[in-house]
């Protein structure tokens, strides 16, 4: 694990070259400590220097050495069992990594979304828990609605920007009919997606493109796979001025590409916008995750693009996220998570 961690896959900088130095300032006492004293141990640590979600964090890291997703998932017996200095000494060099804000996510290297185990890996970005509710709505509009059902039974859905898959993946697999087609810009998203469905076995029915959605033309590469039922993203959305205020979890680790929307946000969702009804049937659905803002800054812009008719159909807000002014925002927190929105446009009916 640690060795995949540190070939991650495409990382630039931090501290991929780095080796441990054998003096290490957090060392435990020597005598074999228990889970429970390790946790509570580095907890301390965690919390002296700072690091958000200290204790979750170190239960999270003990129990990946232990074998366990969780703390409370350990046996209890496994509570209060002294660790082994092999396992003593791994849990010392992944609290190293959450020392240096790595978010937990890409220290234990995998993380569970839509009750998927997902690989992660810097820099591809690390699915949110609201991201969840895209999902269950685009599951609710689909069993609940007849009218989406593609040539194998199920819809064909488009993902742009699938990042690590997260979101293509958990459709399959809760549509056993359905296929999609996924597409990113980054490398180590496509490579990251990939390997995440061959991991789920879910591989046959998804094909993972390489694909800038803001290059003129480039929706005609897509065209031999449509026309899709629906198209779903949760794309780059986050204000530029608002990208200094993101946690060092993710300023240092997570790939600026997949979160910084420009000026409004809006760079990456106005070229989803323009190419969705190309590939899109008619009456065919966007599925979006978006910043509150954009509701309305993507009603006032499709009014200059009335060729593209696309119609707002619903607004999914987030009612207990938080606003950005003065809030630091790390990887799924649940307590200080920004604020978003999802919302849903179709495409206007062509009368024959
Ligand atoms: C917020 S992340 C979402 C990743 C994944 N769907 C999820 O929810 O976990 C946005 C993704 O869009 C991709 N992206 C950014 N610009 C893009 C572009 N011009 N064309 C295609 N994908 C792009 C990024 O590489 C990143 O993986």
């Not at 007849?146 to 399959?172: F, T």
């Not at 070229?271 to 006032?300: C, N, T």
């Not at 619903?314 to 200080?336: H, K, L, M, T, Y």
């Amino acid at each position: 694990m640690l060795r995949a961690l540190l070939s991650g896959l495409g990382w630039r900088g931090g501290i991929w070259g780095c080796t441990f130095s054998s003096r290490q300032p957090h060392l435990p006492p020597a005598r074999l400590l228990s889970a429970t004293e390790l946790v509570s141990h580095w907890t301390v640590v965690f919390e002296k220097r700072g690091i958000p979600e200290a204790r979750e964090s170190s239960e999270y890291i003990v129990a990946h050495v232990l074998g366990a997703k969780t703390f409370q998932s350990l046996r209890p017996g496994l509570w209060t069992q002294p660790l082994t200095p092999w396992q003593l000494q791994y849990v010392q060099e992944l609290s190293s990594y959450r020392l240096q804000r790595m978010p937990v996510q890409y220290i234990l290297g995998e993380w569970d979304f839509q009750g998927l185990s997902l690989k992660m890996a810097p820099p591809v970005f690390i699915p949110r828990p609201e991201t969840e509710e895209l999902v269950e709505w685009v599951l609710e509009e689909v069993t609940q609605g007849p009218r989406v059902v593609g040539a194998q039974g199920g819809p064909l859905i488009l993902e742009v920007g699938c990042g690590s898959g997260a979101i293509s993946l958990s459709l399959l697999s809760k549509l056993p009919q359905s296929r999609v087609i996924a597409v990113d810009k980054g490398e180590a998203a496509i490579c990251l997606a990939r390997e995440n469905a061959q991991r789920l076995r879910l591989q046959d029915r998804i094909q993972i493109i390489p694909f800038d959605v803001t290059l003129d033309g480039s929706w005609a590469h897509l065209l031999p796979w449509g026309p899709v039922d629906l198209v779903v993203s949760n794309p780059p959305y986050v204000f530029h001025r608002d990208m200094e205020k993101l946690a060092p979890e993710i300023l240092s680790y997570e790939d600026p590409l997949a979160l910084d929307g420009g000026e409004e946000g809006m760079d990456i969702i106005t070229h989803i916008l323009a190419l969705a009804p190309r590939l899109l049937k008619d009456s065919g659905s966007i599925f979006l995750e978006v910043d509150p803002r954009h509701p309305e800054l993507v009603g006032s812009w499709l009014q200059s693009q009335p060729d593209l008719s696309l119609n707002l159909v619903a607004v999914r807000r987030d009612f207990c996220g938080r606003n950005w002014e003065g809030s630091e925002i790390s990887p799924n927190s649940q307590a200080n998570k920004l604020s978003y929105s999802r919302g849903c446009w179709q495409k206007t009916q062509i009368p024959a």
